[in-house]
């Protein structure tokens, strides 16, 4: 049911790849809102994926630009407000990739060159966004910034590799430049850590279906899915969340405050 929480806004949607991506739902549930924005991703992304369709369903356009390059983003961040015709008022950055998680090598023997990758796409890039987008004077006071995260970030989950090591980085520039960003522009930067999600990037982690179930649960309101997480996103970009910023949020069914479950520990004694 959308109720014109974003109607009037402008906004940039990085990562949307296919429609099993958290940012293809996020870019749907924004149009229902009213929102109006570009999409984006990586040249080598979009080739694999159909962004072009979803930019058809919600009239947006589509402009690639690698999050990792500053110069890529001033373009993309100007076509957009001239696109737009003004300023931006939020952004998803749902981006996350690893190439020692898809060449299968082991954390603790990871390549130090692939480990350099990943921090840049994953965590690296949104500094660079948050950096250009405010030297471009580019986001209205009051704007709202959301990255997607995961818990691997505070615990250790061993499969989820260096990518564990991003998302901490990424939560920490999320409260480091969100200060800055707060005091200049009264821009809001947040985290969002989701539940273990059925997407492309997460089939590619050694026992990813094994773990949504364990998630399931040990979650006591379980698994958050995919378009919930769309909805808690279009929620922080709204107006009813000005002053929320410089956190992680979680959105995982209460996973991340529950040590066990009834339904665990009757799952482990049914094995005696």
Not at 95 to 119: A, C, E, W
Not at 170 to 187: Q, W
Not at 198 to 222: H, R, Y
Request: charged share 20%; net charge negative; with cysteine.
């Amino acid at each position: 049911m959308a109720n014109n929480l974003l109607k009037g806004k402008r906004g940039i949607i990085f990562g949307a790849l296919n429609d099993m991506s958290i940012a293809w739902k996020v870019a749907e549930r924004a149009h229902e809102e009213g929102a109006e924005f570009v999409l984006t991703n990586a040249p080598i992304a979009m080739r694999m994926g159909a962004i072009n369709d979803l930019a058809e369903k919600t009239g947006s356009i589509v402009i690639p630009a690698d999050a990792t390059s500053v110069e890529d983003l001033e373009k993309l961040i100007q076509e957009a407000m001239d696109h737009l015709g003004g300023k931006i008022d939020f952004i998803l950055h749902s981006i996350g990739m690893s190439p020692n998680v898809r060449k299968k090598k082991h954390y603790t023997d990871i390549n130090y060159n692939y480990y350099n990758q990943t921090l840049d796409v994953s965590a690296g890039s949104l500094h660079k966004i948050l950096a250009t987008a405010q030297k471009m004077d580019a986001l209205n006071e009051w704007g709202s910034v959301v990255a997607l995260t995961y818990i691997a970030a505070q615990r250790i989950f061993p499969d989820y590799n260096d990518m564990a090591d991003a998302k901490s980085l990424l939560e920490s520039i999320t409260r480091s430049f969100g200060y800055h960003y707060g005091i200049k522009k009264k821009v809001r930067v947040n985290t969002i850590s989701q539940s273990p999600t059925v997407t492309t990037a997460g089939q590619g982690i050694k026992g990813f279906d094994e773990f949504i179930n364990f998630s399931e649960q040990m979650s006591p309101l379980g698994n958050a899915s995919a378009v919930a997480c769309a909805d808690y996103c279009i929620s922080m970009f709204s107006d009813l969340t000005r002053y929320v910023t410089m956190q992680n949020l979680f959105h995982d069914g209460g996973f991340s405050n529950t040590g066990v479950t009834q339904q665990v520990i009757e799952r482990f004694g049914s094995e005696d």
